[in-house]
T-cell receptor, first 114, second 112 residues
């Protein structure tokens, strides 16, 4: 079936504007993760959703960042009042409950804040 | 100290060479271990899991030493297509869930 998809693939915004990034996980995958990857850096965990459990938000860097997921479907990551340091690739991954740790990544959204 | 540490490289090796990457982790409660591969400007993809007994997949061999909190990846007879960044990944319990932590990656370039 289809893999993880993300939109938009690229986003250029002005400092101070809000942006919303979307992730469509693989159908049937109960776990969904958001990561941030700055240029030349490793992946930085942001937030994790597992089924209907409360999300693990421990990686969100500030209260400007929030994410939602309805059930086991689409998730949106919202960054309010964007700053230049928010420029990065935002990667979404999903995994099945049974194969917990094998994560399938989407192609990412490249965000540039001017 | 980072929870997962890797030598960033870059490692530049000729085709056919054998190359080894190391990774250390700091949390002794870590449960599962993986190597992911990330090509330039692409998303990470699972390369292989790492088991205590060690495991091999073709030219790739992964080893885990729980006592030393150390993971390794060995690539034999390297190919041009092996050029990528290799990410060490460790999971640990986090409440009722599992937290994955990625290392910053080791960059490999295989030269013709």
């Amino acid at each position: 079936g289809a893999g993880v998809s993300q939109s938009p693939s690229n986003k250029v915004t002005e400092k101070g504007k809000d942006v919303e990034l979307r992730c469509d996980p693989i159908s049937g995958h109960t776990a969904l993760y958001w990561y941030r990857q700055r240029l030349g850096q490793g992946l930085e965990f942001l937030i994790y959703f597992q089924g209907n459990s409360a999300p693990d938000k421990s990686g969100l860097p500030s209260d400007r960042f929030s994410a939602e997921r309805t059930g086991e479907s689409v998730s949106t990551l919202t960054i309010q009042r964007t700053q230049q340091e928010d420029s990065a690739v935002y990667l979404c991954a999903s995994s099945s409950a049974s194969g917990g740790e094998t994560q399938y990544f989407g192609p990412g959204t490249r965000l540039l804040v001017l | 100290r980072k929870e997962v540490e890797q030598d960033p490289g870059p490692f530049n090796v000729p085709e056919g060479a054998t190359v080894a990457f190391n990774c250390t982790y700091s949390n002794s409660a870590s449960q599962s271990f993986f190597w992911y591969r990330q090509d330039c400007r692409k998303e990470p993809k699972l390369l292989m899991s790492v088991y205590s007994s060690g495991n091999e997949d073709g030219r790739f061999t992964a080893q885990l030493n729980r006592a030393s909190q150390y993971i390794s990846l060995l690539i034999r007879d390297s190919k041009l297509s092996d050029s990528a960044t290799y990410l060490c990944v460790v999971t640990r319990p986090s409440g009722s869930a599992r937290q994955l932590t990625f290392g910053s990656g080791t960059q490999l370039t295989v030269l013709p």
